[in-house]
């Protein structure tokens, strides 16, 4: 039965990319269950605001199995209940909320009653088949009572990408929990017809508690949302920065990569966080923060992939066949595993200047924003130096379609390790969808990248200007 849930999921969430352009080599499609971190700016899709914060909110439990020791992770409660779908919406819901608990208990059903159990929260993404993304937001923990007992999860289910607005919001739901789940209702009613607020706006809600009567919780939405989705502090507290940065390259010409680490909430934020530092380009194959023990043989799988694993499986991930892969172990800031040529990626004078950035200063930040934007800077840097100068390089028709120029792109870089590098970028999925969207728009999409970029271009006009004064 377990086996057909699975397999009735692997169906619903496979991974259909956009096709290529024209020249590009074309990639293999992905027969594994997906994740985005997203192809939007990053993994996760940018939204203005206005939409509805959630989907769902499940609560998933485990429940002995009949005829077995083991337990099965089983939604145990759900808001809201959804009637009048029609017979497909139906079906499809049904299959989505059928493999939503496996990704709440990724570590398989071997569990014991416990009376002691660390709180975790982390995340996981799903592809549907027509592209649109699932965020599940899950934290787990154990449940208020006497004696031993099973670990929960609460787990709310958005198409919105904002982990640490959606961690405040999974606080509020544990408070009222310890109460009643009546509780809930109310203040998950409220939140749901809330409209979730542009980036820097804040939205309020009013939530009446027993014994404590009337409070008013605000929810902010971060100013600079291409980050809101992530943070870095778990990938610096584990990886060294010259690490960090080989991960980069290998992420970039999209090898095979593996995270290894104990914790739910270990594993899932540093995945979010390499995803990240891709800016602006999205990871658009295999992604999954925290693969579910009976989806282990993903790590066989001959195209790209992201992942992250449990140590538990460690000894099943070595003997696992797999080729060109990149291991990492979180716990040990160590690889396991490498291709080798990690440190040759990336272009030196442009490796140098990615560690000097990162390097600088970094004692001195106090805020997670603070932190996020040291992080990713340097890496959006990288981009604008190497590929920064597309838009110039796209031809346009009388329609307004777009044609990318790549061989006279590539030339215009003086520098030959530039060069090289961008040859190997521009055939990769992650160009490849980039410039598919820059092709069909007009004029280059407002937004961060765009920002550096005009800043970028000023600097050299500006440097340009003094060395002729100086003559």
């Not at 001959?302 to 080729?323: A, I, K, N, Y």
């Amino acid at each position: 039965m377990e086996g057909q849930v699975v397999g009735r999921a692997l169906r619903l969430f496979r991974n259909r990319l956009p096709r290529r352009r024209a020249g590009a080599p074309q990639g293999n499609r992905e027969e594994a269950v997906k994740e985005p971190e997203r192809a939007q700016e990053h993994p996760l899709p940018n939204f203005a605001g206005g939409q509805h914060f959630f989907e769902y909110l499940l609560v998933v439990s485990l429940k002995k199995k009949l005829l077995a020791n083991d337990y099965e992770p089983t939604i145990t409660y759900q808001f809201p209940k959804r009637e009048n779908l029609l017979r497909g919406q139906q079906e499809e819901e049904e299959r989505l909320l059928k493999a939503i608990p496996l990704f709440c208990f990724p570590d398989g059903n071997e569990w014991a009653p416990l009376t002691e159990y660390p709180r975790e929260t982390f995340s996981f993404v799903l592809t549907n088949v027509d592209g649109s993304r699932k965020i599940g937001y899950c934290r787990r923990l154990l449940p208020a009572g006497p004696g031993p007992r099973l670990p929960q999860v609460y787990c709310i289910i958005s198409c919105i990408g904002c982990f640490g607005l959606f961690s405040k919001i999974l606080d509020e739901v544990e408070k009222r929990h310890q109460i009643s789940m009546a509780v809930i209702y109310p203040f998950m009613q409220g939140l749901r017809e809330a409209a979730f607020p542009a980036p820097g706006k804040t939205v309020t809600l009013k939530s009446f508690i027993p014994d404590s009567g009337t409070e008013f919780i605000s929810l902010t939405r971060p100013l600079d949302s291409h980050l809101e989705h992530v943070d870095f502090s778990s990938l610096l507290d584990c990886l060294r920065f010259e690490q960090i940065l080989q991960i980069f390259a290998s992420a970039v010409l999209e090898r095979k990569i593996i995270f290894l680490a104990e914790g739910l909430s270990t594993l899932s934020q540093c995945i979010h966080a390499t995803a990240a530092l891709l800016y602006p380009f999205s990871w658009a194959h295999t992604y999954i923060p925290v693969v579910p023990e009976s989806l282990l043989a993903t790590v066989c799988c001959p195209t790209p992939f992201m992942v992250g694993v449990q140590m538990r499986f460690l000894q099943e991930v070595m003997d696992s066949p797999m080729e060109e892969v990149l291991l990492v172990d979180l716990h040990e800031g160590t690889f396991l595993l490498s291709v080798g040529d990690e440190k040759d990626i990336l272009p030196p004078k442009l490796q140098d200047d990615i560690l000097d950035s990162l390097s600088q200063g970094i004692n001195e930040l106090k805020t997670s924003e603070q932190v996020n934007e040291h992080v990713s800077g340097p890496f959006v840097q990288f981009f604008v130096k190497t590929v920064g100068h597309y838009a110039s390089y796209i031809k346009r028709e009388a329609s307004g379609q777009g044609h990318f120029q790549e061989r006279p792109f590539c030339k215009a870089l003086t520098s030959k390790t530039n060069r090289r590098f961008v040859k190997k970028f521009v055939k990769t999925q992650l160009f490849s969808l980039f410039i598919q969207e820059a092709e069909k728009s007009k004029t280059p999409p407002a937004g961060y990248f765009q920002q550096k970029i005009l800043e970028y271009e000023e600097q050299k006009k500006q440097k340009k200007s003094r060395e002729k004064s100086v003559k």
